[in-house]
């Protein structure tokens, strides 16, 4: 089976009409970013020279741009202050969505496509970009809805121009899979991350035995195993408020820029120095997605507020337990969740069905707060 050469947007629909409105809305306010409280922590980020080129990836954005049309070069173009980098959503309807769709270009411009995508992220980071995509393939050939899933319906936008001074960024954006890099000089920042999928093992068809997001299990599993009964017990949350039976325990998702969000759960400072080094490793699956060379340069912010990181755990700990947890500090979010069932009939949460969300907070989601330092150091 596979899916017919061409997908139109799907009709509007009440969903779709208030996910619009509710971007309209979150966009009209300033951008602050996630805190804890509503107040930007100063000082967490600063410009400095990596030592980690990012020529490979202005070439490879070159080549994009320069096998499109005039008119897909233009429909895939952007200011760098468009607030379509804050437009993405994981959901499949398409009338959200900006940018070129990939499976409207040719196998030759897709293929220039994916290199600026391999070459921004890691092997193991670009492998679960492409296993995403084909396993929403795969939830086409289980429902037959080709015209809701497949695995080029993914829209891919350029904001700026590839330079290796000036700022500029790329964006991929569709269901289960939300990549946003900017790159300024030889920095790059590459959040919001969403990943998700349903399913998250592919049993038959075209990418039969497919799978994502073990590490991000089994590492979270292995941490908390590690802890004492009372680190336990002060790890766990309650159900959280304002959860939708479909969306789930994720808290900084789309449209959720401006999330406050308190810490929650056991402080990473009364962990065990092996307890951290475990810690360390769950945070690094999700920092190691990206560029080999920028992920070192991540984790080292990340181990700077190590102590003053948060881990909070809903859910079992067994083999087959179903759970949410969230790492959270000044510069990292990280959020895992096992949810029911969407276009799959189960009920229940289950790990068919994984979000994961990334991001930066205290205002450096999208590069924020190094645009603005950037931008007050050479005046445009």
Known sequence: MSSPGRHLPSPPNPFVTQTLARADAALAQPFVGI????????????????????????????EFLASLTRSARSTASFAMDDDAWQRWNNTHPFTMRHGVLLESLS????????ALVQTSLSVRGFETARDIMKLNHTIGELTEKWDEYGEWLYWLSIFGTPSLDEPWGWQLDGHHLILNCVVIGDQIVMTPMFMGSEPT?????????TRVFEAEEQAALAFMRSLSPAQSEAAGVQPLEHQHVNEGRIQGGALRDNLQLPYEGLSAAVLAPRQQAQLLELIE???????????????????????????????????????YYRVHSPVLLIEFDHLRGIALDNDVPARTHIHTVMRTPNGNDYAKDLLRQHYARFPH
Do not use: C, N
């Open 35 to 62: 805190t804890t409280d509503g107040r930007v922590e100063p000082g967490l980020f600063s410009l400095t020279e990596t030592g980690v080129s990012t020529k490979p990836i202005k070439e490879a954005a070159d």
């Open 201 to 209: 093992h592919a049993p038959s068809g075209k990418y039969a035995g």
């Open 285 to 323: 699956v999700y920092v190691g997605r990206m560029q080999t060379g920028h992920d070192r340069v991540r984790m080292a912010e990340v181990q700077q507020q190590l102590d003053r990181t948060h881990i909070a755990w809903t859910g079992g700990v067994d083999d087959d337990s179903t759970f």
């Open 107 to 114: 196998a030759k411009q897709r293929e220039r496509a994916l």
